[in-house]
């Protein structure tokens, strides 16, 4: 019996997301090593995050959802890499996926979008920080042109153990 694909639309993020965007991340936040944020995030709380991503500059929000039901199946985000200066045109970005969504390509859907938008910034370079293990999130980067550059071993410590975390940058 063949499964039957649901498109899948990408668009920037938008105010009316922040509530499914926050569940999806307070997902991440409760269940998984994914991040390394340890306490759920309320609406409000995480509205600055929301408005910290326009619609145009160097850090972005791209949101995938399901083209019949609107429901949101993930999101992809270039964030400030560090908050001094000569880091300016460098960006870190991440790609979260709802849970039940993996396995339909949004993933890449989402940081084809992505880099995309960001073609005509000032921007040099992309680091993704993914912590260990994460095959898929790995296997994603590679495909979008990062390579590894190297691993902070035990930096995060999260659900009682530590975590490493292995970089990856691509040139933009």
Not at 75 to 104: D, L, Q
Not at 118 to 125: V, W
Request: net charge negative; charged share 25%.
């Amino acid at each position: 019996m063949a499964t039957e694909r649901t498109d899948v639309q990408v668009r920037p993020g938008v105010e009316d997301d922040l509530k499914a965007l926050t569940d999806l991340y307070n997902h991440y936040v409760r269940e998984t090593p994914i991040t390394f944020d340890t306490e759920p995030f309320t609406v409000e709380e995480r509205r600055p995050w929301l408005l910290s991503h326009p619609e145009d500059g160097p850090y972005r929000l791209r949101v995938a959802t399901d083209a019949d039901s609107q429901e949101i199946l993930g999101y992809a985000t270039s964030s400030p890499y560090r908050a001094k200066p000569a880091y300016g045109t460098s960006v870190e970005t991440t790609v979260y996926v709802a849970p039940g969504a993996g396995g339909r390509g949004v993933g890449t859907l989402l940081y084809t979008s992505l880099f995309e938008a960001l073609a005509g910034e000032d921007l040099h370079r992309a680091y993704a920080g993914i912590a260990q293990p994460n095959e898929a999130s790995a296997r994603l980067h590679e495909r979008f042109g990062f390579r590894y550059v190297g691993t902070y071993r035990e930096v995060g410590r999260k659900f009682g153990r530590y975590w490493d975390v292995a970089w990856h940058e691509k040139p933009l």
